[in-house]
């Protein structure tokens, strides 16, 4: 399974009542695609309706290589081969989502540190952590501040951190330790859902760009060179040929090309001596 993304798009009822929740994930997942998480939480909907909505959803975010996480119903997601199933204070625990769905990720909403530690004993495979900020989705619960994130982060588990997060304040939660962020008006309600999704995992990756390394996805830090590159992955540039972006680079400006968000790189491999 790909790694944990960075942003998580996190749906309620009213989100799913507005109607055009399959066109705004589209277009989120094709703008982020891989660190992509769209959560389906949708009290109000019986099983078969959900079913229905988790099917489509799981269509369009398997198109862009994001992840389908499904709130609340084991049963659900692995119906429709979630990447995830996310359980709040009061639902099933790591084990029991486990014998329902399993062969998947497992999250836990926490939102003090006790819960955090307690989803940790359960071996849950990240958290879902807040409120972070004050928020109109839960206005009678006060924030938990982002040193909440910080001593959740500090646990060794994964960390997502929601609750009136924008692309404003995104940029404190991963300094603070947090895997990534989650939203739900930030990203559903905007003019532009690709351009939110952008903004935010823009913010919540500060120091990390994404590239293609012979066709698969690879981070590294922001304002590397190709150099750097190679040594991040073990490879000594005498063995390989390197063409960045289509163009083939000399060994001797490795150390000066840098490389940027989006590049695509192809390492050839010399095969045998010399």
Request: without cysteine.
């Amino acid at each position: 399974m790909s790694a944990l993304p960075r942003v998580h798009a996190v749906t309620d009822d009213r989100v799913v009542a507005l109607g055009d929740l399959l066109e705004r994930a589209a277009a989120m997942a094709r703008a982020a695609g891989p660190e992509l998480a769209v959560h389906l939480r949708a009290r109000a909907l019986d099983g078969r309706a959900l079913l229905a909505l988790a099917v489509q959803l799981r269509e369009v975010t398997a198109a862009a290589g994001a992840w389908l996480v499904v709130n609340g119903r084991a049963d659900v997601a692995a119906a429709v081969d979630a990447d995830a199933v996310l359980s709040g204070r009061d639902g099933l625990g790591v084990a029991d989502m486990a014998r329902v769905a399993p062969g998947r990720r497992y999250a836990r909403s926490v939102h003090d540190l006790a819960e955090a530690q307690a989803a940790l004993t359960e071996r849950a495979d990240f958290l879902v952590a807040g409120a972070v900020f004050a928020t109109a989705s839960h206005p009678d619960r006060a924030p938990a501040g982002v040193d909440f994130v910080r001593r959740a982060a500090a646990l060794g588990t994964p960390v997502i951190a929601i609750g009136g997060i924008t692309p404003g304040t995104a940029p404190a939660l991963p300094t603070a330790g947090a895997w990534g962020v989650a939203a739900i008006r930030a990203l559903w309600d905007a003019a532009d859902p690709a351009a939110a999704a952008r903004a935010f995992l823009a913010a919540a990756v500060p120091d990390r760009v994404r590239v293609s390394v012979n066709g698969d996805p690879r981070e590294m830090t922001r304002g590397g060179s190709l150099a750097d590159l190679l040594a991040q992955l073990g490879v000594d540039a005498r063995a390989v040929v390197v063409e960045h972006n289509r163009r083939i680079v000399r060994r001797e400006s490795l150390a000066a090309t840098g490389v940027a968000a989006g590049d695509q790189i192809e390492l050839v491999h010399f095969v045998g001596g010399g």
